[in-house]
Nanobody, 127 residues
Framework: QVQLVESGGGSVQAGGSLRLSCAAS????????MGWFRQALGKEREGVAG????????RYADSVKGRFTISQDNAKNTLYLQMNSLKPEDTAMYFC????????????????????WGQGTQVTVSS
């Protein structure tokens, strides 16, 4: 049974930094793709960043480019999200997600493409 466990959320002031981690367990093989999503109150879940584990190719939402960095540790099947220059609009519950299924096209923003989700970690940025 695959499990994703996030950690690293918290409360910071605008301009601060946080690092999220997501450890995947329960599979012999590395995921095909892992991503970070966030969901603010009253809003839909949106893709923030993602990475193809086998090639290290990354994807970012325009709203976080240049501020957030996604990375992976293949040996540990762990995903990270370094978040710098945080803004109040980054406040949300952050979820990591993983899929071992190969998809066609670049569909990382679609929550339905992921078979596994973490429980979420809250990030709150105050002005």
């Amino acid at each position: 049974q695959v499990q994703l466990v996030e950690s690293g959320g918290g409360s910071v002031q605008a301009g601060g930094s946080l690092r999220l981690s997501c450890a995947a367990s329960g599979s012999t093989y590395s995921p095909y793709f892992m991503g970070w999503f966030r969901q603010a109150l009253g809003k839909e879940r949106e893709g923030v960043a993602g990475i193809y584990f086998r090639g290290g190719f990354t994807r970012y939402a325009d709203s976080v480019k240049g501020r957030f960095t996604i990375s992976q540790d293949n040996a540990k099947n762990t995903l990270y999200l370094q978040m710098n220059s945080l803004k109040p609009e980054d406040t949300a519950m952050y979820f990591c997600a993983a899929t071992w299924r190969v998809w066609s096209g670049d569909r990382w923003r679609e929550p339905s493409q992921y078979g596994y989700w973490g429980q979420g970690t809250q990030v709150t940025v105050s002005s």
